[in-house]
């Protein structure tokens, strides 16, 4: 019996065009021919509508692409009807460190190929709105995830770097099988396994129109930095296509990881 678990994770997605390249791309993946398919998939989705938060309708569009669990963020909340729907998604979580009472789940356990696969969504509090610690949560929550799920995987949504490493170094040292970085949408280089065991990356990028600001559009962009006067942003349009992801494979018994890669795509032929 094959004892690998191999699971995707795609970088926050950016509105339509984020939206049509995953589906592009996970068309082809996930096609019968393809013999290079993953057991489980998961995206962050907190900015997949109109570039902020997340409707029901693109929440089941997404689902049927392929997608098993979505991630979020700070901007889940930016949709009104998230809280119509979040309390019966099985798919949507919502980062665990809001206080309690906050509609919705910080984590969810799945079922994945003869093994348990819990997935946490986390935010950092460095340069971000003040919210409950994240190593409280590992402190207290993560052994009795661990209890039941071998592979426990982290979405820490956060915007300092040196704050997602060491968040990440502390996850390897208490069985965290990987913390993925995601919030800056900019692709890092720095994949690696941390203490023989936790894969980790700063940022898994963003899917999207290439030629953007992070997803955004250049004018508003423009326009907002140079005056710093409340401008709205629009998500930028283009033919041009990007994803940006990473591969991971696990041991299904002890959650350790075996391999962290990265995934970047350009789709120049993209129909929107």
Same mark, same amino acid.
């Given at each position: 019996?094959?004892?690998?678990?191999?699971?995707?994770?795609?970088?926050?997605?950016?509105?339509?065009?984020?939206?049509?390249?995953?589906?592009?791309?996970?068309?082809?993946?996930?096609?019968?021919?393809?013999?290079?398919?993953?057991?489980?998939?998961? /995206?962050?989705?907190?900015?997949?509508? =109109?570039?902020?938060?997340?409707? $029901? &309708?693109?929440? *089941?569009?997404?689902?049927? +692409?392929?997608?098993?669990?979505?991630?979020?963020?700070?901007?889940?909340?930016?949709?009104?009807?998230?809280?119509?729907?979040?309390?019966?998604?099985?798919?949507?979580?919502?980062?665990?460190?809001?206080?309690?009472?906050?509609?919705?789940?910080?984590?969810?356990?799945?079922?994945?190929?003869?093994?348990?696969?819990?997935?946490?969504?986390?935010?950092?509090?460095?340069?971000?709105?003040?919210?409950?610690?994240?190593?409280?949560?590992?402190?207290?929550?993560?052994?009795?995830?661990?209890?039941?799920?071998?592979?426990?995987?982290?979405?820490?949504?956060?915007?300092?770097?040196?704050?997602?490493?060491?968040?990440?170094?502390?996850?390897?040292?208490?069985?965290?099988? /990987?913390?993925?970085?995601?919030?800056? =949408?900019?692709?890092?280089?720095? $994949? &690696?396994?941390? *203490?023989?065991?936790?894969? +980790?990356?700063?940022?898994?990028?963003?899917?999207?129109?290439?030629?953007?600001?992070?997803?955004?559009?250049?004018?508003?962009?423009?326009?907002?930095?140079?005056?710093?006067?409340?401008?709205?942003?629009?998500?930028?349009?283009?033919?041009?296509?990007?994803?940006?992801?990473?591969?991971?494979?696990?041991?299904?018994?002890?959650?350790?990881?075996?391999?962290?890669?990265?995934?970047?795509?350009?789709?120049?032929?993209?129909?929107?």
């Amino acid at each position: 019996m094959n004892n690998e678990l191999k699971i995707l994770f795609l970088g926050d997605i950016v509105g339509k065009p984020g939206r049509t390249v995953v589906k592009n791309y996970l068309a082809g993946l996930l096609s019968p021919e393809n013999e290079n398919r993953y057991d489980f998939i998961i /995206a962050n989705a907190e900015n997949a509508s =109109h570039g902020f938060g997340l409707t $029901e &309708k693109n929440h *089941n569009e997404l689902l049927e +692409y392929g997608i098993n669990c979505f991630t979020s963020g700070n901007h889940i909340w930016d949709k009104k009807d998230i809280f119509t729907y979040i309390e019966n998604s099985h798919s949507l979580i919502r980062p665990a460190n809001y206080p309690e009472g906050t509609p919705g789940v910080g984590y969810r356990i799945f079922d994945v190929s003869d093994t348990q696969v819990a997935v946490v969504n986390l935010l950092g509090r460095t340069f971000m709105s003040p919210i409950d610690s994240p190593w409280d949560f590992i402190n207290k929550q993560l052994p009795d995830i661990k209890k039941t799920a071998p592979v426990v995987i982290i979405d820490f949504h956060a915007e300092a770097s040196a704050e997602k490493l060491c968040f990440a170094r502390y996850c390897s040292e208490h069985g965290v099988s /990987a913390v993925l970085g995601t919030h800056t =949408h900019v692709p890092t280089a720095d $994949e &690696k396994i941390l *203490n023989h065991y936790t894969a +980790y990356i700063t940022d898994a990028g963003f899917c999207g129109t290439y030629d953007s600001i992070i997803g955004m559009e250049y004018q508003t962009s423009l326009k907002r930095l140079m005056t710093n006067l409340p401008a709205r942003f629009d998500v930028a349009e283009g033919s041009v296509l990007e994803l940006n992801a990473v591969s991971l494979i696990f041991d299904k018994t002890s959650g350790c990881a075996k391999n962290i890669e990265r995934i970047r795509l350009i789709d120049s032929e993209a129909d929107i």
